[in-house]
């Protein structure tokens, strides 16, 4: 029953996408929105269903679907892997997916062209990351990861007529191929040394290799070489420093897309892969301090972008680039049960605040810049009291979902036995003030204070239903999440609820350790958090001139925060332009100038010769014949000559 259900919830998703997408011309909008939210209704009933089976220690087993590739000595087949790792995500991709797609029904009520390519690419968009998600093999991860990248290129160019929609989803493609490359030879890697792409078998085989190396610009341990591949591809599906250009632009496409691709699909794969790939990665020490650093960094990087950004979607993704650096330094710290918990909580409050965003951004009009917003509470309290809620799970204030799943990422960090993991408790206890600061900057500038546009605000009107009831769904995910799940997730329970799906690092489990936490470590994320909301209180409600006057004063700080310290900018030049450069050069002087250019030079040679020649063609017997006598005068002369 178990394993039927599991495949009903990966696989309906596929079968919204091909009616929606085959036959919505022919249904309508209409139906089609109905077929996919109904078998992502059947998906996410079923996998709630497989969590309670799963939670009755069912075990691991794999569900075979097909034989997909058997050549030489490589096998890789179909099979779904189902463990309580996987059942997890599916059940919370599922669960997030069915309130955007209800979500988007009003969301998308007045959009001009037919609806149903949107919604079968939702569809399209949950069963690539279920795929992932319940992989049995790296290659048939792969295939997922995949997905979820054409999904979101989909997705973030759907208004195709806007050229800055289709530039978003152009380089969120390109940011992702590069680390895919990474991902691909780390597989690789993993075949050629392991023998095989299998899980299990990969698993079964690390005790043989513990002590293998690997030469590449010297001799390193063959693990923190693959480790650190795989996590260079996980940089770029999760939107790490250096990899996470793409982010912020995928903006562009409609908002349940961003809920989508921030929440439950696309950013997340990078954590899954690390996680799952735990067995190895926690004997690649190299790599985790790696990880950490790359974490910790990333999260003080976009939460001080987020300090300044006007527009009030691009706010919240530097806020998920962020949680995202959090994720990372559980990973780096071997808190991988940390790391899943907080990947949950942060589907819902993340989820909870971009459709927030969707309904303020309905209400007035389609306008995204906050600066043009003020005094919105009373017209739309509903989700004012949402944004309340989704703002103080992201700062991680008691008791919601937030707090037990990052202050758990910032004990482990502070508990282990690492400087590089120190690192990463106070990169994260600053990101705690800073996101406390630009969330309640959002809240105040959007719902509170005078109308800056007293036309919006006038015409600001509550969300339907369609809309709020996700919404309110979501806020109470927000709410009672972290308190229902930590038991399962970081407490007592959580060796038999993961039942060996994530494996601890040997003689290092800081997840047993969490609560020898000194007290005062464990308040100084709250009190981080507290300082921020004072601190925006003071800067836009009681002085909001002190902002502004910051801004003017340190001009070069407030535009190195605004263009996102210029990491578009450097790579503008230093691979943008030399790339275009090198490009035209292939272009113009090879391709054109030799390639093209010496057939051509030879056609033109032959044609202009034969032209020559024609002109001698004068049909003049009396021509001819002097030209003979002149060719047999020449010869004569020649052989008398040489004679």
């Not at 000595?73 to 189902?82: I, P």
């Not at 279920?130 to 290129?153: I, P, R």
């Amino acid at each position: 029953m178990a394993s039927f259900l599991f495949e009903v919830a990966v696989f309906a998703p596929l079968i919204g996408f091909l009616v929606a997408g085959c036959f919505g011309h022919l249904m309508g909008d209409n139906a089609a929105r109905f077929t996919t939210i109904a078998l992502m209704t059947c998906a996410a009933l079923s996998a709630i269903g497989v969590l309670g089976f799963e939670m009755g220690d069912v075990g691991t087993f794999v569900v075979p679907v097909a034989d997909w590739i058997h050549a030489a000595g490589f096998r890789a087949d179909w099979q779904l892997r189902m463990d309580m790792l996987s059942v997890s995500v599916v059940a919370m991709v599922t669960v997030v997916s069915l309130l955007v797609h209800v979500y988007s029904v009003g969301y998308m009520a007045h959009e001009a062209r037919p609806v149903y390519r949107f919604f079968s690419y939702l569809s399209l968009f949950t069963f690539a990351m279920l795929m992932l998600v319940t992989s049995d093999n790296l290659l048939q991860l792969f295939f997922g990861w995949e997905g979820v990248g054409l999904a979101s290129y989909l997705l973030i160019g759907y208004w195709y007529d806007r050229p800055s929609a289709c530039a978003a989803a152009i380089k969120a493609f390109v940011v992702n191929r590069v680390a895919d490359l990474f991902f691909l030879v780390g597989i690789s890697l993993v075949f050629i040394r392991l023998g095989s792409v299998s899980y299990d078998d990969i698993f079964a085989a690390i005790p043989y290799h513990v002590n293998d190396t690997f030469v590449l610009f010297g001799t390193h341990p063959l693990f923190e070489v693959i480790a650190t591949l795989l996590f260079i591809g996980a940089m770029g599906k999760s939107a790490q420093l250096f990899l996470h250009t793409w982010l912020p632009d995928a903006m562009e496409g409609p908002t349940p897309v961003s809920a989508l691709i921030h929440a439950a699909t696309m950013v997340t794969a990078g954590i899954f892969l690390m996680v799952r790939m735990s067995p190895l990665v926690s004997l690649a020490p190299v790599t985790r301090d790696l990880i950490v650093l790359v974490g910790g960094t990333t999260s003080f990087f976009a939460a001080t972008v987020g300090l300044v950004q006007p527009d009030i979607k691009r706010t919240i993704a530097y806020s998920t680039c962020s949680q995202l650096g959090y994720m990372f330094v559980a990973v780096g710290v071997g808190a991988y049960q940390a790391s899943m918990f907080h990947l949950t909580t942060h589907a819902f409050f993340k989820a909870l605040l971009f459709l927030g965003a969707g309904c303020v951004i309905h209400a007035v009009h389609d306008e995204q810049d906050m600066f043009r917003m003020g005094g919105l509470w009373r017209k739309i309290p509903f989700t004012y009291a949402a944004m309340w809620i989704g703002s103080l799970a992201l700062a991680g204030i008691f008791p919601f979902a937030g707090y037990w799943s990052k202050d758990a990422i910032l004990e482990a960090a502070w508990m282990s036995d690492s400087g590089m993991a120190h690192y990463g408790w106070v990169m994260g206890c600053v990101t705690a003030f800073l996101t406390a600061l630009y969330s309640w900057r959002l809240i105040f500038l959007v719902f509170h204070g005078k109308p800056r546009d007293a036309h919006l605000h006038d015409g600001a009107h509550e969300s339907p239903a369609s809309m709020l009831v996700p919404v309110g769904l979501l806020s109470v995910g927000a709410v009672v999440a972290g308190v229902v799940l930590a038991p399962f997730y970081i407490g007592s329970h959580q060796a038999a609820f993961w039942n060996g799906a994530i494996a601890a690092i040997p003689g290092h489990d800081v997840i047993e350790r969490l609560e020898q936490t000194p007290g005062f470590i464990a308040l100084v994320p709250t009190f981080a958090a507290v300082f921020g909301i004072a601190v925006a209180y003071v800067c836009y409600i009681a002085s909001p001139g002190i902002p502004a006057a910051l801004a003017r004063s340190l001009r070069p700080l407030y535009l190195f925060l605004l263009n996102k310290w210029y990491f578009d900018e450097l790579y503008d030049v230093a691979i943008i332009r030399p790339y275009r450069a090198i490009a035209r050069l292939l272009w113009k002087g090879v391709d054109e100038d030799v390639v093209e250019g010496i057939p051509e030079g030879l056609a033109r040679l032959t044609a202009g010769s034969a032209g020559q020649a024609v002109r001698i063609q004068t049909g003049s017997m009396a021509v001819y014949a002097f030209s003979m006598l002149i060719g047999l005068v020449v010869l004569l002369t020649t052989m008398l000559f040489f004679r």
